[in-house]
């Protein structure tokens, strides 16, 4: 299992896929990473040299932000939207969809588990409000 910058990244994969696992890269990025290190995308993970791992790694930090500079920066950027109190900061103080979906239904990933507001009645409250 091949590690790059700090992430064990599967060996049973081709490493077009396997590239996939540090945060920050999908399939476009895997593929030029690829093609600027002249790798194959057809090699396996654990077959790659440590050579070819350094060039990976080189390519990684001289030219993309991934991992956890990325995770910093984004975290940063929503820190921003909340202070400067926009739209969007305050979708996301509120863990509401930030990118204009509907709410009234749906967005439960993000709203969490549905609760329940206002007063609700047994049997017996309903019979006394009746007589009364």
């Known amino acids: 299992m091949p590690r790059i910058i700090g992430v064990d990244i599967p060996g049973n994969k081709r490493i077009e896929y396997s590239l996939r696992y540090l945060y920050g890269i999908g399939p476009a990025k895997a593929l030029e990473i690829l093609e600027k290190t002249k790798i194959s995308r057809d090699l396996m993970a654990r077959d790659l040299t440590p050579d070819q791992i ?19 920066a984004v975290a940063a950027d929503i820190r921003r939207l909340q202070q400067i109190n926009c739209y969007r900061g305050i979708r996301h103080r509120r863990n509401l969809p930030v990118r204009g979906q509907r709410t009234k239904t749906n967005a439960r990933t993000r709203k969490g588990k549905k609760i329940t507001i206002g007063a609700i009645r047994d ?6 409000a009746a007589k009364a």
């Open 54 to 72: 350094s060039l990976i790694t080189k390519v990684l930090q001289n030219d993309l932000i991934v991992e956890g500079d990325l995770r910093r």
């Open 123 to 128: 049997k017996t409250q309903r019979r006394l």
